[in-house]
């Protein structure tokens, strides 16, 4: 099974960068996408970025395009750096592993337990 791992989240001033990392544990089927996504209080949990693992192919919600990148190593490891951070960026932030390019929920089925990222004004 597939056990994922997020670290990085804290507190940062509007403006600031984060980046946060998940470790995926076991095997992970390379026609898998690495994803992470968020949940701010009285939110639906939203895609924010993607990445096919295959082929390096990415994806990312508007509200964060330009600002955030998703990458991964050689290791199974996923990161999202996150730049000019602005307050409606402050959520729990989930890793999770599914099916396809995709920032729909559905489509995932294995998720961390999250990691908050607060930004102040």
């Known amino acids: 099974q597939v056990q994922l791992v997020e670290s990085g989240g804290g507190s940062v001033q509007a403006g600031g960068s984060l980046r946060l990392s998940c470790g995926a544990s076991g095997y992970i089927d390379r026609r898998r996408t690495l994803g992470w996504f968020r949940q701010a209080p009285g939110t639906e949990r939203e895609g924010v970025a993607a990445?096919?693992?295959?082929?390096?192919?990415t994806a990312y919600a508007d509200s964060v395009k330009g600002r955030f990148t998703i990458s991964q190593d050689n290791a199974n490891t996923v990161y999202l750096q996150m730049n000019s951070l602005k307050p409606e960026d402050t959520a729990v932030y989930y890793c999770a592993a599914g099916w396809s390019l995709s920032l729909k929920r559905l489509d995932f089925d294995y998720w961390g337990q999250g990691t908050q990222v607060t930004v102040s004004s």
């Open positions: 990445i096919y693992v295959r082929n390096g192919n």
